[in-house]
């Protein structure tokens, strides 16, 4: 959009420089692209956006200019209604009142078509457009001021002086202004007479009926069409032009006879027309929207304090009419040029916009020394926020299955399921006791779309016998198979998955729950590991069995399962969050490698550890784990790493050395160990 320096001045006193404007409008959202100094004035290219179509005229630009600096717009010259409304000279009709919702044609006769003045050529040029003749400029003209197309037709080559709206007969032909003829359908709205179509309704006009140099007659057009019809028309042709670019947006109904009067007047002072009859058909007033402004709610969005004074003033500016509804409560209306405007949050953005953007002070966001999740439900949430987090994707299974599938599939949960008295088929004929038989569906599936590498996770009720009902439990269920891509410095590697990432995952989830008191049991010759938390069985894990991969299809993969009662979870987690200082001072490493009995469990080394009770000793991981032949047959290998420190001082080796000592004579003492 291209307006002139002096042609907003036409409607508001602007005391400011053409640069200083722009970086105005700028701040305030118009964004002036470009700046150019011609022809004794300055041409503003502006980016509007496409919520904005008010913002396409040069009188809404110095509506923005005008609440921007503080001045007032300037009183217009008032417009009369044609007296002499013979209405039997021309007759509207409109099919659809969806697509057209106003038509308005003005008939203008003994006019003198001519080049146009000076200044009309030359303020039109200034903006992009090519002067044609005085009429077609005049149309032009109003376009660009008051932002509504408006179009001029040869009376004269109209036939029986009637107008139709309505949508284009498919395979009808039109001969457009451009000299190209286009064969039309029906997403395209045409204005036709007695017999032809004399434009594409929005888009441009017929050949055969625009305004010439021998043209004694005019019907001018202002009308509204619906944005969607022009849009769809416009680029099934391949077209564009100022008007269409402006309906597509939406234009103002209530600026529409306006527009009409405003060419009317040109076309009679620079054209000699007289101006015989007016009529319109459809709607002319535009829905008016109350919406109730609380400056508290601007002070909690913005974070500042605006005057209600200067809240006022600002909406009122733009156009908005504003009433005091109690002491803190403005009742706004939008105007009929601002369709965009239905929330109280548009309002205190238009507020802001017109305040300032820069006058908002920058601040940080206020953080909480605690975080907490209250709440079963923000429980759950943490819990799937976790395990996505993790890189697993939640799926939902059915509640209803077959006996079948349950079968030899459980983890640990074996119950009777209850079944369904009037079932719909064999697949669903009880409710699930447990998830599995729907994650290894949902793995199998997966699998046969030749996905390489499938977490998921499911978290959903199951339903269980009891003595006197039935009850329903909230579970999760885990499911890990194929083979994870891993980006090393030489390349991509696939690490085909175990029951250590499932284990790993498990642990992250407790961790970030605030569970420490879990542990992870499995008996020898088992494939079952039993999880508990705080001496309570909470679930279990495993690798499906092979007669579990041939009930689900599965064929040449392992799959890992876990299967954990979310309700017992939850009701041990603790998401408080006590947030402390890193340390200040450096930590030391040492390292112990040393032997032991295979059937010495890690988890009971790493239990000694926590019941030690060396001081300045932080933390034991393991660092590696080693069978070989350098091992005895019967033994293993196993490297911790051991973290020193304190929150007082700097350790020296002469500390470290007698307390690492100690807890190595420990491990030898209880577990037999050989040190290496």
């Not at 202004?177 to 006009?205: F, P, Y």
């Not at 002319?284 to 605006?306: E, F, H, M, P, Q």
């Not at 969050?577 to 080394?605: N, W």
């Amino acid at each position: 959009m291209k307006v002139t320096y002096n042609w907003l001045k036409d409607f508001v006193e602007i005391k400011i420089p053409p640069r200083d404007l722009a970086n105005k409008l700028t701040m305030s959202g118009l964004e002036v692209i470009s700046l150019e100094e011609k022809g004794g004035d300055f041409i503003f290219e502006i980016e509007i956006t496409s919520n904005r179509p008010d913002w396409l005229s040069v009188v809404g630009i110095a509506r923005e200019v005008a609440a921007i600096t503080g001045a007032k717009l300037k009183k217009q010259k008032s417009l009369s209604l044609t007296k002499n409304r013979k209405a039997k000279d021309i007759a509207l009709a409109i099919e659809d009142k969806s697509d057209c919702p106003l038509y308005t044609a003005r008939i203008i006769r003994n006019v003198k078509v001519a080049p146009s003045a000076s200044w009309l050529k030359s303020r039109l040029e200034l903006v992009g457009c090519r002067s044609v003749n005085n009429i077609v400029d005049i149309t032009n003209y109003v376009l660009f001021e008051l932002g509504e197309p408006l179009h001029a037709f040869d009376l004269d080559k109209l036939n029986k002086e009637r107008i139709v709206v309505r949508r284009a007969h498919p395979g009808e032909k039109i001969t457009t202004i451009d000299g190209i003829q286009r064969v039309l359908s029906k997403e395209q709205l045409v204005i036709a007479d007695g017999i032809k179509t004399v434009a594409i309704a929005g888009v441009m006009g017929a050949k055969d009926s625009e305004v010439s140099i021998n043209t004694k007659n005019v019907l001018l057009e202002a009308a509204v069409f619906n944005p969607l019809i022009v849009r769809r028309g416009r680029q099934a042709l391949g077209l564009q032009s100022e008007a269409s670019y402006r309906f597509e947006r939406g234009v103002d109904i209530e600026a529409v006879e306006r527009a009409s009067l405003r060419a009317a007047e040109l076309i009679k002072e620079y054209a000699s027309g007289e101006e015989i009859a007016f009529k319109a058909v459809g709607l002319s007033k535009a829905k008016s929207r109350i919406i109730n402004l609380d400056v508290a709610d601007v002070t909690r969005i913005l974070g500042l304090n605006i005057p209600v004074a200067k809240i006022k003033k600002n909406l009122s500016g733009l156009g908005f009419g504003v009433k005091s509804k109690s002491k803190n409560t403005l009742a706004v209306s939008t105007p009929s040029f601002r369709q965009d405007v239905s929330l109280k949050e548009d309002l205190i953005e238009e507020v802001s916009r017109i305040f300032g953007y820069e006058r908002i002070p920058v601040s940080l966001p206020a953080i909480k020394s605690c975080v907490s999740i209250r709440g079963k439900r923000g429980l759950v949430s943490e819990v799937k926020n976790i395990l996505t987090g993790l890189g697993l994707s939640e799926v939902a299974t059915y509640s209803l299955t077959d006996r079948a599938s349950l079968a030899g599939l459980e983890l640990g949960f074996s119950n009777e399921p209850i079944e369904i008295l009037n079932p719909l088929s064999q697949e669903q004929e009880v409710l699930r006791t447990t998830l599995i038989p729907g994650l290894t569906s949902v793995v199998a599936f997966n699998l046969n779309q030749k996905q390489e590498y499938i977490p998921i996770f499911e978290v959903a009720n199951v339903y269980l016998r009891d003595t006197n009902h039935p009850k329903e439990e909230l579970m999760l269920g885990l499911a890990l198979s194929g083979a994870q891509p891993v980006l090393l410095n030489n390349g991509a590697l696939k690490d085909e998955v175990s029951l250590l990432n499932l284990k790993g995952m498990l642990e992250t989830l407790f961790s970030r729950l605030g569970i420490k008191d879990y542990e992870f049991n499995s008996t020898l010759g088992s494939e079952i590991v039993e999880i508990y938390a705080q001496r309570n069985k909470i679930g279990s894990m495993s690798r499906l069995s092979n007669s579990g991969c041939a009930k689900s299809n599965i064929k040449n993969k392992n799959v890992f399962l876990a299967e954990l009662s979310l309700d017992k979870v939850l009701s041990i987690a603790c998401t408080d969050k006590k947030f402390i200082s890193p340390p200040r001072y450096p930590g030391i490493t040492r390292d112990i490698s040393f032997i032991l009995k295979e059937d010495i469990s890690v988890k009971d080394i790493l239990k000694l550890f926590k019941q030690t009770g060396v001081p300045l000793l932080q933390s034991v991981r393991i660092a590696d784990y080693y069978k070989g032949k350098q091992i005895p047959s019967g033994f293993k290998g196993l490297t911790l790493t051991c973290f020193y420190s304190s929150v007082e001082r700097t350790l020296k080796e002469d500390e470290i050395q007698p307390l690492h000592t100690q807890f190595c004579e420990r491990l030898t003492k209880e577990f037999g160990v050989k040190m290496r």
